[in-house]
């Protein structure tokens, strides 16, 4: 596969401005419809990407030490964060769950990789994750981000929900963001990736047909400074 789009190392020009705050390689991979839209109403999972981009994706997670999502990705999607590949290499999954929401029963909790979790609620237990307790007000990205560093974890697939992306957007520290445009229109009550009211311009820095969708690499610094 053609994977100019998949050099972490290759960063956007304007990358090199951005002060670090952590030495963490961020990047954020998301799926939307052609409207906008990263699930369906009520946050309903659906197959945005086809399989050409899920084939992308796993290379992404594969050159990453930590995917990270929300809980609200949790409960409606139940992903299991993988990597498909031979390595058999190990990676974490971590979860922000201020209320530790999530269900027993959820896939990340299959104790096949390590999970971490994010959360304020210290009454109740979950098998299958180490909880990493901060106070409420605590729960920021830049908190998050500095106990994740602690752990050694160098590089960060954030895949989503809109909710945890926007947190992301708003820290200013990614370092690479990637949109796959699907071929497909959703309800126009579902879940938007960006706010109604961002107005951002000249955002892209890449672009090209990839399957049957359109793969787009975006200046995370200018979502920033527009925001
Ligand atoms: N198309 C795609 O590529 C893609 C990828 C992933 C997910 N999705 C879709 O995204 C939908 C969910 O998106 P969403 O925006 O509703 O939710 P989300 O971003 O998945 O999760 C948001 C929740 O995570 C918790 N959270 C967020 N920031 C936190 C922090 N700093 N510390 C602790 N907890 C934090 C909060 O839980 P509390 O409510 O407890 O505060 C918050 O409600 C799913 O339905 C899924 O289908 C799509």
Known sequence: MDDMLLKLDNLPESRAKLPMYHKI?????????????????????????????LERVNDLRAKSDAILVGANTIVNDNPELKIHDSTNRKH???VLDRKLKIPE???????????????SNAKRKLKGADLVI?????????NIMAKIEETGIGSLLV????????????????DDFFIYIGNVILPE??????????EIRNIIVERKNFGEGILLRIDPLKLVSNA
């Open 25 to 53: 390689k961020i990047t954020v991979n998301v799926a939307i419809s052609l409207n906008g839209y990263i699930s369906g109403p009520g946050g309903k999972r659906v197959v945005i990407s086809d399989r050409v981009d």
């Open 92 to 94: 974490a999954r971590i």
């Open 105 to 119: 029963s959820s896939n990340v909790l299959d104790g096949t990789c390590r999970t971490m979790i994010f959360t």
């Open 134 to 142: 901060m106070n409420d007000d605590s729960l920021g990205i830049g």
């Open 159 to 174: 895949e989503g929900g809109s909710i945890v992306i926007n947190e992301f957007i708003s820290e200013g520290i990614i």
């Open 189 to 198: 009550d579902g879940i938007k990736l960006f706010r109604p009211n961002m």
